[in-house]
């Protein structure tokens, strides 16, 4: 538990300076990060992301949570409705199943434009991108951060990854490799300077 206080308060010290909200030092990269965590830690992550954002807000730092699954569970409602879909998923084989997924939560036609919306409508200074494990495998991490390059510029994003990311590949729950994805920055080796 330890780690996870420690991680958080980096969290905080980071995300709350002037040059991380000012995207300085970025060399015109994007401004996304990866806070990687151990799955198996999830509850306690799930628990100090929220205190984290109260602590940020309350600092004047306003944050956007994007959870993907709250959002993908959301569209499926209103779509379908949540209780005929998980009767559809008891007729169908798993991957008519993922295919089914898939096609309502189409990323360009429908998830992304979703997420625009909740930008469009925030005033947020920092975006936290939170639920990937929970979409596995419905929506892949790197698919969500290619797309959220064209509109989630305005503010740095947090995405809250569990598993490992060495600068290069996303490595879900630390055993599925997902495609190589660099264009983020590991936010646990960003120094917090105020």
Not at 14 to 43: C, M, N, T, W
Not at 128 to 152: C, D, E, M, Y
């Amino acid at each position: 538990m330890d780690s996870i206080t420690n991680k958080f308060k980096h969290l905080y010290d980071v995300i709350s300076s002037d040059r991380f909200l000012s995207k300085e030092a970025l060399g015109g990269e994007i401004p996304f990060f990866i806070a990687a965590y151990e799955a198996e830690h999830q509850l306690q992550v799930d628990d100090a992301t929220k205190r984290l954002m109260k602590k940020l807000e309350t600092s004047g730092v306003p944050v956007l949570e994007i959870n993907l699954y709250n959002i993908a569970c959301e569209i499926l409602e209103q779509e379908i409705g949540l209780e005929e879909f998980f009767s559809i998923e008891k007729e169908m084989d798993k991957e008519e199943f993922l295919d089914a997924i898939q096609s309502v939560l189409e990323i360009h036609q429908v998830l992304m434009p979703r997420i625009d919306g909740l930008i469009k409508d925030s005033d947020a200074k920092v975006y936290f991108l939170t639920g990937i494990g929970l979409v596995f495998p419905f929506i892949r991490s790197h698919t969500i951060l290619n797309n959220l390059q064209s509109i989630a510029k305005e503010s740095p994003t947090v995405a809250f990854f569990p598993g490992d990311y060495n600068g290069h590949s996303l490595n879900l729950f630390g055993l599925l490799k997902d495609d190589n994805y660099y264009r983020a920055f590991n936010i646990d080796k960003i120094e917090a300077k105020q």
